[in-house]
């Protein structure tokens, strides 16, 4: 009787009932939930069927709060639907699909779906997760879909120990533990947090998929993206560690998130299960891996765990995987590990050192690696491989004390980059180690020393030539100011510093006095013989007329290192012509100039003409018609005695002829 | 035993011998370690320094010699006033007389008969105890140690000396000084070296001046005026003495040498430097 009246009301095509149609898309139902409830409203009530009791119990309440309340019952048991009271027992199990169809196709294909279709008696089904009558909007709080329930849901089947944990062979464990221990776990169950990642974050709510699948969100492909969903600016945050664009463009170059930071562990651990380094130590550890490379040599595989052990790639808890990005791990028989190298390439230590290896591409040892040289020097050439420590640390290659025997190694004399140099230093090793920095470095045992790096960079090293050379004439002086600033500071207030000396001509730099890799303390006698030579490669004229004067002519004696260099009198750094007032040469300085080597220095002392020459009439008239006068008299005295000594010889052998002459005719008569 | 019957007169006694004792050895220490100093840019004068020790060395050396210089040139004051008391004579007898150094126009006279004789135009003079060229050598040295030292003092002490003179005065005194010395030190190694010792009569050297005789035969062939005048005056027999003792030759000959070849050494030194940095 209810069904003809509602049919004459559905079939009299009402407007409302349309509308209803369109925004509710649900069949419109014969049977009322009333009808339902006449019979499962009664608690306690069961169904028997092959000896087994059912409870048929549906509580209403909890059925009217639910987001199908409005459904009813028949609009999801569809095989209730039948005529007279009894329907058939029992019902069909409710396939959600048949309105959620999309999630249904999701479902189906996602590692829980085949599970079912596998009859797998632990696989999970809509309402294991949803609910049954009770379904409620993920946004209630009640709903088992609420984001701080689901770890609960999802752990009922996946906490440690359960039925389905002890029947499947599921990589990680722990897993619900991990994840309340884990920074995401921690947002959530203790700060309360609702926007920190869940189970379903992840691996989505009905799109669960093995990370071995391409498809899934957990696969190393997809994982990025998946973290991304949350820590969408992390590719800025992180382009200290990794270089940004390698994100997109080479995606394999990139550790994947979960490779550092372990999935359900998320904080400062390791991926510590599949590929970590003990998984690649049960090969590795065998001195006699080997590997048969395309050309027939054969390549060893063999890592010194001893090495690695005092790295600080271990101290910072880098694992293999991270540097051997190319390495992919094979799941299929955890018995048996496979490591499969997707393509033979070196580790590229970009991946985290973007910055440096960006420095390095630019100079010229990132050149000659760009061209594939055979002797280009690589990251490994100067750190080492597994064994790589820290700058600190002593027994480091690139520890101060230690980087000019490593530089050494190619650029000693007879090495392999000594060879190809053609520029004017020689005997680049052996003069440093004879220079103030080298027995600075090795003798006084002093670490601030400048090595190699301290001039040329670490990474940067280029060609005094290239205008981005940290030794390029116009870089020199910074480059030194990094240790001497004092000095550097002095030099820029000097009529040598471009700042003062607007000039075209050549400035001097820090080597041109002070020589690149043969420095010398200023005090020794080869440098303060040298400065004359350095001064004189510019002031050539004043140099000249110095070795006029006793200081210079005493200066080319041995000892002579104790007179007057031009330092002396004109300064070193401070240099200023004498017409400054901050000049050595001033005339209210000039007086204490002199001083340190003539204590009694006085004013018309300093008068003294310290490059004076007489070979200047202009300059020097005095100096020059007493010069001339001097040599008057020298040559008029020689000319005269010089004629009377040359007359005086034949003369003398004449008479001496003539004596002997004289003497033997006597003896002949007697 | 032929040489025990040669006869000898004494021509210098041991004061004289004595002064140009100090002034060998002077000179030659001075004429070295400066023309170390004036050529140091020649390999010889670094050779030198570093032989004798630092430029400091040369210098003390130097400075030391000049004291030296000075007290010879003090001492030879003496050496005047007693050959004046010796004289027995006026004071212008003892400065013009015949055993004067004082040139006088003898000493003109001589020397145009010296060159006469050289291009055969007439004998060879008779010279007296001194001859033009000696007083030169002698004159020369008042001079010298004058125009030299005082310079010299300049250079020792500028500090002091610019109290009273311009600073540039040191340079200047620096000219004179290297000029002058360049001068005395060539002089004494070429003309000196040759007047007194290396003529073919002399060679290799004179060694009256460390001896302080020679023979008479000598004296009459040479300075036929003095011994006329000794003669003349009586007083031959009381210069004559023995020859000197073998030793004494010996050692005469080898620090007289020694002094020549030092000189002599130099000297080509010099030459060559001078033609070397003027080239």
């Known amino acids: ?670 | 035993m032929e040489t025990n019957q040669v006869e000898y007169v004494q021509r210098f006694t041991f004061f004289p011998r004595f002064l140009h004792f100090l002034v060998i050895i002077s000179f030659l220490t001075l004429a070295v370690t400066g023309m170390a100093l004036k050529f140091a840019s020649q390999q010889w004068a670094e050779i030198v320094a570093e032989m004798i020790g630092t430029f400091e060395t040369l210098g003390t050396l130097h400075r030391f010699m000049a004291v030296v210089t000075f007290t010879y040139f003090g001492l030879n004051f003496i050496l005047m006033y007693q050959n004046y008391k010796k004289s027995g004579g006026s004071l212008k007898e003892f400065l013009f007389g015949p055993n004067s150094l004082v040139p006088m126009p003898i000493d003109a006279i001589e020397l145009i008969q010296t060159f006469k004789w050289f291009f055969g135009l007439g004998p060879q003079p008779r010279y007296g105890r001194w001859t033009y060229w000696e007083k030169f050598d002698y004159m020369a040295v008042f001079w010298g140690v004058a125009v030299i030292g005082g310079t010299g003092l300049c250079l020792w002490f500028p500090e002091q000396f610019t109290l009273v003179i311009p600073g540039y005065w040191i340079n200047i005194a620096t000219i004179i000084h290297s000029d002058e010395a360049l001068l005395a030190s060539g002089f004494i190694f070429t003309i000196h070296f040759f007047n007194t010792h290396l003529r073919p009569e002399k060679f290799p050297m004179d060694p009256v001046i460390f001896t302080g005789v020679m023979p008479l035969d000598e004296l009459k062939h040479e300075r036929p005026r003095e011994y006329e005048q000794l003669v003349a005056e009586g007083k031959l027999d009381s210069i004559k003495c023995e020859s000197p003792p073998k030793w004494v030759l010996i050692n005469a000959h080898l620090f007289g040498i020694t002094a020549l070849l030092i000189g002599l050494a130099l000297v080509i030194s010099i030459i060559y430097s001078m033609v070397f940095l003027y080239m």
Not at chain 1, 409 to 414: K, N, S, T
């Open chain 1, 1 to 670: 009787m209810i069904r003809a009246d509602l049919r004459q009301i559905a079939l009299g095509g009402s407007l409302i009932i349309l509308l209803f149609l369109m925004l509710a898309p649900v069949r419109v139902l014969a049977l009322t939930d009333a009808d339902c409830m006449d019979c499962h409203s009664e608690e306690g009530m069961v169904a028997e069927k092959d000896g087994v009791e059912y409870s048929i119990y549906v509580d209403e309440q909890e059925f009217l709060k639910s987001l199908h309340a409005e459904n009813g019952c028949v609009s999801c048991h569809q095989d209730a639907e039948v005529e007279g009271d009894e329907h058939p027992f029992p019902l069909n199990r409710v396939d959600c699909a048949n309105c959620h169809d999309d999630v249904g196709v999701i479902n189906a294909n996602s590692l829980h779906g085949k599970a079912l279709k596998n009859n797998d008696p632990y696989a999970p089904y809509c309402s294991d997760c949803h609910g049954k009558h009770d379904i409620l909007s993920h946004r209630n709080r009640k709903s088992r879909t609420f984001i701080m329930n689901i770890p609960f849901t999802c752990g009922r089947c996946h906490r440690e120990g359960t039925a389905m944990t002890k029947t499947h062979d599921i990589q990680k464990h722990n897993v619900l533990e991990n994840y309340s221990m884990s920074i995401h776990g921690e947002g959530l169950l203790r700060k309360g947090l609702t926007v920190t990642a869940v189970c379903s974050s992840c691996h989505t709510s009905h799109n669960v998929l093995p990370h071995t699948d391409p498809n899934s969100t957990i696969s190393r492909q997809n994982v990025v993206k998946t973290c991304m969903k949350c820590h969408a600016n992390i590719e800025d945050a992180h382009t200290k560690i990794i270089r940004g664009e390698l994100w997109e463009k080479e995606p394999h170059k990139v550790p994947a998130c979960v490779e550092c930071h372990g999935p359900h562990k998320a904080r400062r651990v390791l991926y510590e299960d599949s590929l970590n380094d003990k998984f690649c130590l049960r090969c590795h550890e065998n001195p006699e891996l080997k590997k048969i490379m395309a050309n027939g040599e054969e390549k060893s595989l063999y890592v010194d765990i001893n090495d690695f052990e005092h790295s600080i790639h271990k101290e910072k808890r880098i694992a293999c995987v991270k540097c051997h990005v190319n390495v992919e791990f094979n799941h299929e028989d955890p018995t048996k590990p496979m490591c499969e190298v997707k393509e033979e390439s070196p580790v590229d230590c970009s991946i985290c050192h973007a910055a440096v290896v960006k420095l390095f591409e630019e100079s010229t040892h990132g050149k000659l690696v760009a061209k594939n040289d055979p002797n280009a020097p690589t990251c490994m050439t100067c750190h080492g491989t597994h064994g790589i420590r820290e700058r600190k640390d002593s027994g480091s290659p690139i520890f101060a004390r230690n980087v000019p025997d490593l530089c050494a190694q190619c650029h000693r004399e007879g090495e392999k980059a000594a060879k190809r140099y053609t520029g004017s230093q020689h005997e680049i090793i052996q003069h440093y180690k004879m220079s103030i920095h080298g027995k600075g470095l090795s003798e006084s045992g002093l670490m601030v020393s400048a090595t190699c790096t301290n001039c040329h960079t670490a990474h940067s090293m280029l060609p005094s030539a290239d205008p981005k050379s940290s030794i390029h004439r116009d870089n020199v002086q910074e480059t030194c100011g990094n240790c001497h600033l004092g000095i550097a500071e002095k030099f820029n207030k000097s009529i040598h510093s471009a700042a003062i000396n607007k000039t075209d001509k050549k400035l001097p730099a820090c080597n041109d006095c002070h020589s690149s890799h043969t420095i010398r303390r200023v005090d020794q006698a080869s440098f303060r013989s040298l400065i004359l030579a350095e001064c004189g490669t510019c002031h050539e004229h004043e140099t000249e007329s110095y070795f006029d004067t006793y200081h210079g002519k005493a200066s080319l004696l041995s000892g002579g290192e104790k007179t007057a260099k031009c330092s002396d009198c004109h300064g070193s750094h401070d240099i200023l012509p004498a017409y400054y007032t901050g000049s050595k040469l001033h005339r209210n300085n000039v007086i204490e100039t002199c001083r340190p080597c003539h204590p009694g220095s006085n004013r018309k002392f300093t008068g003294y003409l310290t490059h004076a020459t007489h070979h200047d009439r202009d300059k020097y008239p005095y100096l020059f018609y007493t010069f001339w006068a001097m040599t008057g008299l020298l040559v008029g005295t020689f000319a005269f005695f010089g004629m009377h000594t040359l007359f005086w010889i034949p003369r003398s052998f004449r008479e001496r002829f003539k004596r002997r002459r004289e003497h033997s005719r006597k003896k002949l008569f007697e």
